[in-house]
């Protein structure tokens, strides 16, 4: 069964809600942390990576984002670098408020999600042969 999940810094949120999600992009801002990955269930369901550019001093550099909807017949993902903090808000609000990802920026790469996955599987299971 799908649930949400919120993971900041490899923290792991148990119980969470919107406010939590916003709190975790505003502390990335901030230099408080460095990532979030915001599994949501909403329409088919997909993620959100947010990923602080820089060594944790403000303002950031950057932003790395990737962002996965789960959509079918077939997962549509993409990623680039945002530097305007105020469009990052923009986007998860309205991912929380009405479930629409943002258009992706004109120099964002656009991924094939299903074979992105297999070959992250096949590079584990190698590595995991390898070692033994």
Request: glycine share 10%; net charge negative; aromatic share 14%.
């Amino acid at each position: 069964e799908a649930e949400e999940k919120l993971c900041v810094d490899g923290e792991d949120f148990r119980y969470f809600g919107c406010q939590d999600v916003v709190g975790a992009l505003e502390n990335i801002i901030e230099g408080k942390s460095r990532w979030m990955l915001y599994d949501f269930t909403d329409g088919d369901g997909g993620y959100v990576n947010i990923h602080r550019c820089d060594n944790g001093t403000a303002p950031a550099a950057g932003y790395k984002v990737e962002y996965v909807r789960w959509s079918e017949p077939m997962a549509i993902g993409y990623r680039g670098v945002v530097t305007d903090a105020g469009l990052l808000r923009s986007w998860l609000w309205s991912l929380i408020d009405d479930e629409r990802l943002p258009d992706p920026l004109d120099d964002w790469e656009s991924f094939d999600v299903n074979d992105y996955f297999e070959r992250l599987v096949f590079r584990f299971l190698d590595e995991e042969k390898d070692e033994r």
